[in-house]
C-alpha cells in the first residue's frame, strides 16, 4: 500500500496544476497522480481555441465577471466567478513563464483574441491547440519536482472513507490486474466530465465521469448535472471539434441558401468582421439551438450522418487560416475531405461539456472531509447554467491551484490514515470487484449493447430541446440498464491490460452520471442556460434560481436544492 | 447483398499464457470513412471483447493510438480502411518496444528518457508573475514552434533503427523536446540538458531519418538532432578555443 | 517519479534479425549511402598510393598507372564514382536540413536549398574540368 498526502485522480490540466501548486507549498509534501492514462493523453489536449484572463486595459474584472454571469444565465455563484476573474492573470502568466508557447503580438506581447460571448478580445491563445500546449507545458514541467509520483494506466475504482473522511483511492493497476490502494490524508479529483454518456460528442473515449461516480457513490452531490453543453459546430459522424476561435477569427454559419441565419434568432445584426457577443460569436447554448431551429424549418443539409449546416472560412483567406487555425484545417481536411480555404465545413451541434458536476465551495472543497475536486469534473459553480468558451481551460488553471493549495494546507494539520481500516476497506473493495467483475460468470448482455442503449436514451429524452414525457421515459430507461447491467458478459479474464473490465467500470460509472443528469433534468420545470424545455419554455427566477443537487439512493437520484450566491449583479434577462 | 468487408490480421499476445505473439484475423464491416482504429473498436464491442489496445481522442492529438499498420508506424486513428481496401491490413503493435500485451506496448523507458532531457524553462533568474510575462516576438516563437508539437506518440522511436538495436539510445522525440527548450529565447538551461551531447544523445543518430518520415505532425526531430550536432560541435569548439567566453 | 510500471518478467521483447536493413527500402538506401564512405575511402587509398608512386620515378609511375587500365580496376573506379555522387547529393541533402535557409518571413523549401548546392557543385566541377583541359593542352 502507498500512502500520501494528496491523492489527485486524474492528470490533465486541473489535476496536473494542483500537484504542482501543492509541490510549490513544500518538497515535504508527498502528492500522488493516479490517472487511468499517461497524462499526456488526458482529454484537455484536444481543447484548441484559447483561454481567457483580463490581461489588457481596454479590459476589466469586472467586465470578464459579468460576460461569465450573463453567459451562465444567472446560475453562476458570483463569489466563485469574482475569485476566477481575479486570478486568472496570474495563472497565465504563470503558464507563459513555465514555457507555454503563447501566440504573440509583434511586440512580443501575449496575444488575445474574440471568444464567443465575450465582451471585448482576452482569450489568449498558442495557435489553435491550445489545450494540447497547455497540458504539455503543465506536464513536462511536473517533472522538475521529485514529490510527485505518478500511477500511470491505475483506474479508479472507488474513494476509500472512514469515520466520515476520505483516505484514500482503489485503483486496479492496469499492468497487474490487481487492486492497488493508494492511501491518502486528501484526495482532489480531476477526472473530467463524462460526455460519452452521450452517443455524439467531442469527447475522448476516456471521458466516463469516473471521478463523478465515485464521489456519488461516496455521499456527494452532483450539482447542476442537467446543464450539458452542445458545442455548435463538431463535424459530422464523428463529432471533432471545429474550434470556437474559427468564428473568433471571422467564419460565417450558414443555412442551406446559404443565408447566415443567426440573424433571425436576436443576435444580429450581421457583420463582416466579428462584433463581440453577436450572430457567430454569441454563446454556445443559443447557437445550438437556433441550429435546431433551422433544422425543424427544413433550411438544413441533410447527409449520411444526418443534418449538418457550413461553416464558411474562405473569406479569412489561406494565410489567416494557415497561421491562426492550421490544426482546424487539417481536422477538416482529414475526416470530411474539405479544404476550409475554398469550401466551407460542415458541421453541427454535439455535446461538449458538462457545467455540472461534483458540487464544490470556492476552494474546491467537497461536503466529504478531505475531498476536493477541480476541472470540469466539479461543479463550484463557476459556469452556471451555460459556461463560455475559454473559461473552461482557466478554470483548470484558478481552481487546479485552490484545490493543491487548500488540500495541502489540510494535509499538513491531519494524520495520516490508520492502516487497519483501510486494509479492511480495501479488502471489501476486491472482494466486491471480484463478485462483479473481475471473477464474473456467465451473463448474456455485451458491453456495448448497454453503452449504446444508454447513449440513445440520453440523446433523445435529455438532448437540446427536452420535455416532460421524453425525460421520464430516459430516467425509466436508464434504470433498466442499471438491472441489465449486473448482467453484463466479460470475455477477458486475463489480468494483464485487461480493457474489456476497463470498458465495464466505465459503463458503471457511465450509468449512474447519465440518471443524475436525466433526473435533475426531469425536476427542473424551467428553460436556463443549455437547459431548454418545449414544456416550459421560460426562465423561472422565483421558482428555480437555485442549484440541483443529486444525492445517489439505491432507487436512484434524490434531488434538492442550493440557492445560488449573488453578490453584485442582480439577475436580468438574458439577451445579446 | 452482403455488405463489403476487410480482413484486419491483428497481433495477439497473452502474457502467461502465450510464449509468443500470435496473428488473428478479423473480418470487419468496409465503410468508406473508418479508419483502422473504427475496425480495432468494432472487434471490441461486437466480436472479441478480449483485444486490447490504447486509444482516447480518435482525432490525432493525443498520440495514445500508435501501431505498426502494414508494418508502417501510424496512429490508428488516421489510417483510413479505404486507403487498403480491399487488401487485408496488419496490425501490430509498434515495434522496438516490448509488448505488454495484444497491441499494447511498454512507454516507460520513453517516459525516463523525457523527464531526462529536463523539459521545462530553466532560468538563473525568474521574473515575478505580477510582472507580466516574457516578451517574445513571433519570430523567436517561430524558431522552436515547429518542436512543440510532439504528442509524444512514439512513431519516430518505431521507425528508427538505432533505437531498435540499441535501447539505451536518447531517441528522436526525446532530443527534440530538449531542443525546443534549448532554442526558446526564455530558456537559459541548455548546459544543463548534457544528457543531449552525450554518447547515448544525438551521437548514436546516423541520420537514417525515418522518424522525421513518420512523424504525423511534422516536428521533424532528425532536424532538431542535426542541428543540435551542429550546435554542441560549435560549443565545443568555442571552450576549446575561447574559454574565457561566455557560452 | 513513477509508482507503477509493468512487470518487466511478463514482457515479450521481440527480437530485431541482423537483415533489419533489407526490410525496407528507405533502411536499405540508408546502408547504400553508409557504405559509400567505404568505397570513397579506398579510392582515397588507391590515390594516394598512386601519388606515392609519383616520388618514386617516371618508370614506377608508368608502370602502376598501366595496372590501374585494366578492366578491374576501371570497374572499380565506376562504382567508387557512384558511390562518391550519392554520397555527395545526400551529403547535400541533409545540409538543407542542417541549416535552415530563410528569406526575409518564409522557409526556402529543402529541394531548392539542395538543388542549389547541387548546382554549385556541377559549375564547381566543370571549372576544374575546364581547368585541367587548359593546363593539358
Given amino acids: 500500500m502507498f500512502t500520501h498526502d494528496i491523492v489527485i485522480v486524474g492528470g490533465g490540466g486541473a489535476g496536473l496544476r494542483a500537484a504542482i501548486a501543492a509541490a510549490e507549498m513544500s518538497a515535504k509534501l508527498s502528492i500522488a497522480i493516479v490517472s487511468k492514462v499517461y497524462p499526456m493523453r488526458s482529454h484537455t489536449v484536444s481543447a484548441e481555441g484559447g483561454t481567457a484572463a483580463v490581461l489588457r486595459d481596454f479590459d476589466s474584472l469586472d467586465l470578464h465577471a459579468k460576460d461569465t454571469i450573463f453567459g451562465a444565465d444567472f446560475l453562476a455563484d458570483q463569489d466563485a466567478v469574482e475569485a476566477f476573474v481575479t486570478e486568472a492573470p496570474g495563472e497565465l502568466i504563470q503558464l507563459e513563464h513555465w514555457g507555454c508557447p503563447w501566440s504573440r503580438d509583434p511586440d512580443g506581447r501575449v496575444s488575445v483574441r474574440s471568444f464567443g460571448g465575450m465582451s471585448v478580445d482576452r482569450t489568449l491563445f498558442a495557435a489553435d491547440k491550445t489545450g494540447f500546449h497547455l497540458l504539455h507545458t503543465l506536464f513536462q514541467t511536473s517533472l522538475k519536482y521529485d514529490n510527485i509520483i505518478r500511477y500511470d494506466e491505475c483506474f479508479l475504482t472507488s474513494l476509500l472513507v472512514d469515520d466520515g473522511k476520505v483516505c484514500g483511492v482503489t485503483s486496479i493497476n492496469l499492468y497487474t490486474g490487481r487492486v492497488e490502494v493508494i492511501a491518502g490524508k486528501t484526495v482532489i479529483l480531476c477526472t473530467g466530465g463524462g460526455g460519452r454518456i452521450f452517443p455524439f460528442t467531442t469527447n475522448a473515449a476516456i471521458n466516463t465521469g469516473d471521478g463523478m461516480a465515485a464521489a456519488y457513490r461516496a455521499g456527494v452531490a452532483l450539482k447542476d448535472m442537467e446543464f450539458v453543453q452542445y458545442h455548435p459546430t463538431g463535424l459530422p459522424g464523428t463529432g471533432i471539434l471545429i474550434t470556437e476561435a474559427s468564428r473568433g477569427e471571422g467564419g460565417w454559419l450558414k443555412n442551406k441558401d446559404g443565408y447566415r441565419y443567426l440573424q433571425d434568432y436576436g443576435l444580429g445584426p450581421p457583420t463582416d468582421k466579428p462584433t463581440h457577443r453577436k450572430m457567430e460569436l454569441g454563446p454556445r447554448d443559443i447557437l445550438s439551438r437556433c441550429h435546431m431551429q433551422e433544422l425543424a424549418k427544413g433550411r438544413t443539409f441533410e447527409g449520411p450522418y444526418g443534418h449538418y449546416v457550413h461553416l464558411d472560412l474562405r473569406h479569412l483567406g489561406e494565410e489567416i487560416i494557415n497561421k491562426k487555425l492550421p490544426f482546424v484545417r487539417e481536422l477538416a481536411s482529414k475526416y470530411v475531405g474539405i479544404d476550409p480555404v475554398y469550401e466551407p465545413i460542415p458541421v453541427r451541434p454535439v455535446v461538449h461539456y458538462m457545467m455540472g458536476g461534483i458540487s464544490t465551495d470556492i476552494n474546491a472543497k467537497t461536503s466529504l472531509a478531505g475531498l476536493y475536486a477541480a476541472g470540469e469534473t466539479a461543479c463550484v459553480s463557476l459556469n452556471g447554467a451555460n459556461r463560455l468558451g475559454s473559461n473552461s481551460l482557466t478554470e483548470l488553471l484558478v481552481f487546479g491551484t485552490r484545490a493543491g493549495r487548500t488540500a495541502a494546507a489540510y494535509a499538513t494539520t491531519i494524520a495520516a490514515p490508520a492502516a487497519a481500516a483501510i486494509d479492511a476497506l480495501a479488502a471489501d473493495e476486491q472482494r466486491r470487484l471480484d463478485r462483479q467483475f473481475l471473477r464474473k460468470d456467465g451473463g448474456k448482455e455485451r458491453i456495448a449493447t448497454i453503452r449504446q442503449e444508454m447513449q440513445q436514451a440520453m440523446e433523445e429524452g435529455a438532448g437540446i430541446y427536452r420535455d416532460e414525457q421524453k425525460m421520464e421515459k430516459t430516467c425509466k430507461t436508464l434504470r433498466t440498464l442499471r438491472e441489465r447491467f449486473k448482467d453484463i458478459v466479460i470475455e477477458d479474464r486475463g489480468s494483464t491490460f485487461n480493457t474489456e473490465v476497463m470498458t465495464a467500470f466505465e459503463l458503471d460509472f457511465m450509468l449512474d452520471v447519465a440518471e443524475a443528469v436525466a433526473n435533475s433534468a426531469l425536476k427542473r420545470r424551467e428553460s436556463r442556460g443549455s437547459h431548454t424545455r418545449t414544456d416550459f419554455s421560460k426562465r423561472d427566477d422565483e421558482n428555480f434560481l437555485k442549484h440541483t443537487l443529486a444525492y445517489r439512493t439505491p432507487d436512484g437520484p434524490r434531488i434538492e436544492y442550493l440557492p445560488v450566491t449573488i453578490t453584485r449583479w442582480q439577475p436580468e434577462e438574458r439577451k445579446y | 447483398m452482403a455488405e463489403p468487408t476487410i480482413t484486419l490480421n491483428v497481433t495477439r499476445y497473452r502474457p502467461g499464457q502465450d510464449q ?150 536518447l531517441g528522436p522525440a526525446a532530443i527534440a523536446l530538449g531542443y525546443r527548450y534549448n532554442m526558446d529565447s526564455r530558456d537559459q538551461g541548455k548546459e544543463q540538458r548534457d544528457v543531449i551531447g552525450n554518447h547515448d544523445g544525438i551521437w548514436d543518430c546516423t541520420f537514417v531519418g525515418e522518424c522525421s518520415v513518420v512523424c504525423p505532425k511534422d516536428v521533424d526531430p532528425a532536424a532538431a538532432i542535426q542541428r543540435s550536432k551542429v550546435d554542441t560541435t560549435k560549443n565545443w569548439f568555442q571552450s576549446i578555443l575561447m574559454p574565457w567566453g561566455e557560452r | 517519479m513513477s509508482g507503477t510500471r509493468p512487470d518487466p518478467s511478463k514482457l515479450y521483447r521481440p527480437k530485431i534479425p541482423a537483415t533489419w536493413w533489407l526490410r525496407k527500402k528507405s533502411y536499405f538506401l540508408f546502408m547504400l549511402r553508409e557504405l559509400s564512405s567505404v568505397f570513397i575511402a579506398l579510392f582515397l587509398l588507391v590515390y594516394l598510393y598512386q601519388i606515392y608512386q609519383l616520388t618514386r620515378g617516371p618508370e614506377a609511375y608508368v608502370a602502376f ?8 580496376w576501371i570497374f572499380f573506379n565506376l562504382i567508387a564514382l557512384l558511390f562518391a555522387v550519392y554520397h555527395s547529393v545526400t551529403w547535400f541533402q541533409s545540409t538543407a536540413v542542417v541549416l535552415p535557409v530563410r528569406l526575409g518571413e518564409r522557409l526556402v523549401p529543402r529541394q531548392i536549398v539542395t538543388a542549389l548546392h547541387i548546382g554549385a557543385w556541377i559549375v564547381v566541377s566543370l571549372g576544374v574540368l575546364i581547368l585541367f583541359l587548359a593546363l593539358k593542352g
Fill in chain 2, 20 to 169: 509468443a505473439p500470435t496473428t488473428q484475423a478479423y473480418a470487419v464491416p468496409y465503410k468508406q470513412d473508418w479508419v483502422v482504429l473504427d475496425a480495432l473498436n468494432h472487434i471490441k464491442d461486437q466480436i472479441d471483447g478480449t483485444l486490447s489496445y490504447r486509444w482516447s481522442c480518435r482525432m490525432g492529438v493525443c498520440g495514445s493510438c500508435g501501431m505498426m499498420v502494414n508494418g508502417v508506424p501510424k496512429l490508428t486513428c488516421a489510417a483510413f480502411l479505404r486507403d487498403y481496401y480491399p487488401h487485408e491490413i496488419r496490425v501490430e503493435p509498434l515495434v522496438n518496444f516490448p509488448i505488454i500485451r495484444d497491441l499494447v506496448i511498454d512507454m516507460s523507458d520513453f517516459l525516463d528518457k523525457l523527464k531526462s532531457v529536463k523539459p521545462w524553462i530553466i532560468r538563473k533568474e525568474e521574473k515575478p508573475v505580477a510582472q507580466g510575462e516574457y516578451l517574445q516576438t513571433p519570430a523567436e516563437l517561430e524558431a522552436f514552434h515547429q518542436f512543440t508539437q510532439c504528442i509524444n506518440c512514439m512513431l519516430c522511436y518505431a521507425a528508427c533503427p538505432v533505437y531498435g538495436v540499441e535501447p539505451k539510445f
Fill in chain 3, 65 to 72: 598507372s598501366r595496372r590501374l587500365s585494366s578492366p578491374g
